[in-house]
């Protein structure tokens, strides 16, 4: 298959990947368009979640979208009226962090049964977490020394994590197609970002 037929495949399983999730795909597609412009797409992952606040039940959708040289994240969520607005409305923001930016990406995999696994078989979830910077969380402890009587202040220890992007599919909640598309996801960005550090 030519560069051109498969960008051209790959950019119609994308509008149909959002038509699927039945969430605004009119006003998805056309934001996450924008933001491709005309880029050929490498790989995707559509991912749509709702939520229950009290009384209400909230809808979002997310979507990834690789190029060849960026890594595009939309993301769209839906508001009730409120004092802001007389009517329902949503709101759709698009990211593009260029491939070079990125300093992470986790995959964790959660598998039934570990002692029976078998190669190829599809985990039960899949965490995809993708870190460029943006947002950063600092987990801090106070210090301590190893002697238990010890009242000296040590100051404080932590680490800080790289959070921009953390996505969980499952395959009870969000079905195999979904599961599978997020590990081709998680490889098509790994192998990517490690082409752009060569």
């Not at 049964?113 to 801090?140: C, F, M």
Request: proline share 5%; with cysteine; hydrophobic share 35%.
């Amino acid at each position: 298959m030519d560069v051109m037929a498969k960008t051209s495949t790959t950019t119609q399983g994308l509008r149909a990947a959002i038509e699927r999730s039945g969430y605004y795909p009119a006003l998805v597609a056309e934001a996450v368009e924008a933001a491709v412009g005309g880029e050929p797409i490498r790989s995707y992952l559509v991912h749509q979640e709702t939520t229950f606040d009290q009384n209400e039940v909230r809808r979002h959708v997310t979507v990834l979208v690789l190029t060849d040289n960026r890594f595009i994240v939309s993301h769209t969520d839906e508001q009730a009226a409120d004092s802001t607005s007389p009517t329902p409305y949503a709101t759709t923001s698009t990211e593009s962090v260029k491939l070079g930016r990125i300093s992470s990406v986790v995959v964790s995999r959660v598998v039934a049964n570990p002692e029976q696994y078998q190669p190829g078989t599809l985990p039960r979830e899949v965490v995809l977490t993708i870190g460029w910077g943006a947002v950063s969380r600092i987990d801090l402890e106070p210090a301590a020394c190893g002697d238990p009587n010890c009242e000296a202040d040590h100051g404080y220890t932590g680490s800080s994590t790289a959070d921009d992007l953390s996505l969980r599919v499952s395959e009870a909640g969000d079905g195999p197609d979904t599961v599978r598309q997020a590990l081709a996801f998680a490889q098509a960005i790994s192998e990517a970002t490690a082409d752009v550090t060569r």
